[in-house]
């Protein structure tokens, strides 16, 4: 029972396009919700997250969007960069127990 | 900035031997963590570590795994009898919050 879904196992964007990367959770009683950003062979590294409060939160290039009403949270990169192709998991945090629950993850492609 | 550090990068070992996977967590940091990812799977949470003990443990941390930490600074993972299906990248994180600090993780691979 996955509590937490990344549907997109991949997506490709042409660069300087906007990327959006996807995630459904389950429990309502999540505290925070976290962006991953993986490269092969590295550990997962930490790229913005949001508070279950707030509904979106912006740095740079990245943006989340949360809506608690569907369960839904959305990473936006905008402009889209080669750079960036990675997987990226989406996460959340279940305070009660400190624990991360993590999706499966999306691998981004950007092309020049 | 200060990082999560985990030695070997890694490690080729034959099925039933020990392994020792080792992690320097952020010195101020208060929970500690391990995970794994099988190539081309999510990550799986293995267990979670706090003032000296197991906090929580997912049904993967079977016997075979224990955790330590020995000296105030190494966190370390042992695997006491390695199977095939424990090769697998293994990441130690750690945080003072929400926010886990992962390392670069162990490639380990049990031939």
């Known amino acids: 029972d996955q509590q937490v879904k990344q549907n997109s196992p991949s997506l490709s964007v042409q660069e300087g396009r906007i990327s959006i990367l996807n995630c459904d959770y389950t429990?309502?009683?999540?505290?925070?919700f976290l962006w991953y950003k993986k490269y092969p062979a590295e550990g997962p590294t930490f790229l913005i997250s949001?508070?279950?409060i707030k509904d979106k939160n912006e740095d740079g290039r990245f943006t989340v969007f949360l809506n608690k009403s569907a369960k839904h949270l959305s990473l936006h990169i905008v402009p889209s960069q080669p750079g960036d192709s990675a997987v990226y998991f989406c996460a959340a945090y279940d305070g009660n127990n400190r624990k991360l629950i993590w999706g499966l993850g999306t691998s981004l492609a950007v092309n020049p | 900035e200060p990082e999560v550090t985990q030695t070997p990068s890694h490690q080729v070992t034959q099925m039933g031997q020990e392994v020792i996977l080792r992690c320097v967590p952020i010195?101020?940091?208060?929970?500690f963590y391990w995970y794994r990812q099988i190539l081309g799977q999510k990550v799986e949470f293995l267990v979670s570590?706090?003032?000296?003990?197991?906090?929580?443990k997912s049904e993967i941390f079977d016997d075979q795994f224990s955790v330590e930490r020995p000296d105030g600074s190494n966190f370390t993972l042992k695997i006491r009898s390695t199977k095939l299906e424990d090769s697998a990248m293994y990441f130690c994180?750690?945080?003072?919050?929400?926010?886990?600090?992962f390392g670069p993780g162990t490639r380990l691979t049990v031939t």
């Open positions: 010195s101020n940091h208060l929970y």
């Open positions: 429990n309502s009683m999540f505290d925070y």
């Open positions: 994180a750690s945080t003072r919050d929400s926010h886990q600090y």
């Open positions: 570590f706090y003032n000296n003990e197991i906090s929580e």
């Open positions: 949001i508070s279950s």
